[in-house]
């Protein structure tokens, strides 16, 4: 069993930066791949970024990469998503998401967080 608590959304103006955290609960988060979400209002839930259990592999949708980081610290069972020069369209509910192998797909991770809001302002 992990529990997931994401923090760090916000409101900020395009161009900025936000980091979210995930505190993960549980003993198998070392061996997880974790992934974030993201939800915008009136639209499916988004894969974001994900990285496997090592932190030597990580994957990131096309419109964040270069603006995006995922990072994990096993020993604090923290995983982060750095985002930088946010923009309007990255406005969303971002969800962190523990499974057993990294992949693209919802359906793939067994446990999820209950969100964190990021709002950015043109």
């Known amino acids: 069993q992990v529990q997931l608590v994401e923090s760090g959304g916000g409101l900020v103006q395009a161009g900025g930066s936000l980091r979210l955290s995930c505190a993960a609960s549980?003993?198998?988060?070392?061996?997880?791949?974790m992934a974030w979400f993201r939800q915008a209002p009136g639209k499916e839930r988004d894969f974001v970024a994900a990285i496997l259990w090592s932190g030597s592999s990580t994957y990131y949708t096309d419109s964040v990469k270069g603006r995006f980081t995922i990072s994990r610290v096993n020993a604090k069972k923290m995983v982060y998503l750095q985002m930088n020069s946010l923009k309007a369209e990255d406005t969303a509910v971002y969800y962190c998401a523990s499974g057993p192998l990294i992949a693209t797909m919802g359906t793939s991770y067994d446990y999820w967080g209950q969100g964190t809001q990021v709002t950015v302002s043109s």
């Open positions: 549980g003993r198998t988060f070392s061996g997880s791949a």
